[in-house]
């Protein structure tokens, strides 16, 4: 019997210790019996089916940003010092998209690949050959560390300092337990990266080296710029909320093909034409935000259902992702299915991920680099191990055995 088959809009929670360790596990249920419910645990009505969380996710007049993600109970941007653009619904939201295009762009971030691919290579081989490492720490986390504080011009100096603070706080808060959540204000290493940043945006402003920084910095429409704490979200958010999707993203991808050695097989082949499919597909199937909440701006219809303006609604991105009415046999990894592209992995709408071209550059020359150097690499996957923070969940630590 299925262990969640007495799951229950009653009972479910997105916190569940269950649900943090296997999400997918949930998923069929709520597809087939609950693809709408209100959720009483969490407060918020919950979509799951592709369409629904598709028209809640790009309905931003009826679905506005509001606080954020679950868990959070302090509903009140303030509590960051800034307005993250995750937080924020067009006009607003989107001035902040168009200012920001340029350092955003495919043209620039492809600019970048080089230097990753050095920044990877030099990660490997610092990796012996028939030992256990992990994956997550020491290959994933320092890959996408490292590369970020090189887009947004650190400092070779400065850059242990600021990696430490980044692992920090990503690592320090774990939501797998029922606790509320724990704000970054109130993270000392939090404090330390908001006054690194101040001082490294006026740094960047004084030299304006040309790279995304002085993009940012840069960025003028019809007189129109960035303020100082829209600067420090950029920065902010693309060290924290883009360092932890991409790292869970990079574990998630290479155990969808670990265990597929005949599509793994078939991209080591074919690495140009097949590898951008694998991630994409890999990341449909094993999504690192597996849900989104938004708040309903004006009474409206919802699933047949009236729903009051105020309330929350959660659009639960894993569970659309395999719905057997968008994607043919959609738990089944395939990475020449065809439509994986068409996923939310990375959101949809006004609220499409910002920083989806560096996480995807990073992601693609990281795999491509690591399959070269490891291609019959084993993941002990008993050993590893999910953690939750906020919408994202995905792998703290994944041990690889690496044959001689």
């Given at each position: 019997m299925d262990p969640h088959d007495h799951t229950t809009p009653e009972t479910f929670s997105f916190r569940l210790p269950?649900?943090?360790?296997?999400?997918?596990?949930?998923?069929?249920?709520?597809?087939s019996e609950l693809?709408?419910?209100?959720?009483?645990?969490?407060?918020?009505?919950?979509?799951?089916?592709?369409?629904?969380?598709?028209?809640?996710l790009q309905e931003y007049k009826t679905f506005g940003s509001g606080s954020g993600v679950i868990p959070m109970r302090r509903d009140n941007p303030d509590d960051f010092g800034f307005n993250p653009i995750f937080m924020l619904s067009p006009p607003e939201q989107t001035r902040l998209r168009k200012l920001s295009a340029n350092a955003f762009s495919i043209a620039y971030t492809t600019s970048l690949q080089r230097e990753i691919s050095d920044i990877a290579i030099s990660i490997l081989n610092d990796i012996e050959r028939g030992s256990i490492f992990d994956l997550v720490e020491r290959y994933a986390?320092?890959?996408?560390?490292?590369?970020?504080?090189?887009?947004?011009?650190?400092?070779?100096?400065?850059?242990?300092?600021?990696?430490?603070?980044?692992?920090?706080?990503?690592?320090?808060?774990?939501?797998?337990?029922n606790q509320d959540t724990a704000f970054m204000k109130d993270?000392?290493?939090?404090?330390?990266?908001?006054?690194?940043?101040?001082?490294?945006?006026?740094?960047?402003?004084?030299?304006?080296?040309?790279?995304f920084s002085?993009?940012?910095?840069?960025?003028?429409?019809?007189?129109?710029?960035?303020?100082?704490?829209?600067?420090?979200?950029?920065?902010?958010?693309?060290?924290?909320?883009?360092?932890?999707?991409?790292?869970?993203?990079f574990a998630n991808v290479l155990l969808a093909l670990w265990q597929h050695p005949d599509q793994k097989h078939m991209v080591l082949q074919d690495m140009d034409n097949l590898l951008a499919d694998s991630i994409f597909e890999a990341l449909r199937l094993y999504p690192t935000t597996h849900y989104?909440?938004?708040?309903?701006?004006?009474?409206?219809?919802?699933?047949?259902?009236?729903?009051?303006?105020?309330?929350?609604?959660?659009?639960?991105?894993?569970?659309?992702?395999?719905?057997?009415?968008?994607?043919?046999?959609?738990?089944?990894?395939?990475?020449?299915?065809?439509?994986?592209?068409?996923?939310?992995?990375?959101?949809?709408?006004?609220?499409v991920c910002i920083g989806k071209n560096v996480?995807?550059?990073?992601?693609?020359?990281?795999?491509?680099?690591?399959?070269?150097?490891?291609?019959?690499?084993?993941?002990?996957?008993?050993?590893s191990r999910n953690v939750s923070r906020a919408m994202i969940i995905g792998y703290g630590n994944m041990p690889v055995h690496l044959p001689s």
């Open positions: 269950g649900y943090i360790r296997n999400p997918y596990s949930f998923y069929p249920k709520f597809l693809p709408f419910f209100f959720n009483s645990q969490d407060n918020c009505y919950v979509v799951s089916r592709f369409d629904d969380v598709k028209h809640v986390t320092r890959l996408t560390v490292l590369s970020l504080l090189r887009v947004i011009s650190v400092s070779d100096q400065d850059t242990p300092y600021v990696c430490k603070l980044v692992m920090d706080i990503i690592n320090g808060n774990d939501y797998s337990s993270d000392p290493p939090a404090l330390a990266l908001t006054k690194f940043l101040s001082a490294h945006i006026d740094r960047v402003r004084a030299t304006r080296n040309g790279g002085a993009k940012l910095l840069d960025a003028d429409i019809a007189g129109d710029r960035l303020t100082a704490n829209e600067l420090y979200g950029m920065f902010f958010v693309s060290l924290i909320a883009g360092t932890e999707d991409t790292i869970r993203a989104l909440r938004r708040v309903v701006e004006t009474d409206c219809i919802l699933c047949d259902t009236p729903v009051a303006r105020g309330a929350s609604v959660v659009a639960v991105i894993g569970a659309a992702n395999r719905d057997e009415r968008q994607f043919n046999e959609p738990n089944r990894f395939d990475i020449r299915r065809g439509n994986s592209r068409s996923s939310l992995s990375f959101g949809t709408g006004p609220h996480a995807r550059l990073i992601l693609t020359v990281g795999i491509s680099e690591f399959l070269k150097k490891f291609p019959t690499y084993e993941i002990d996957l008993a050993s």
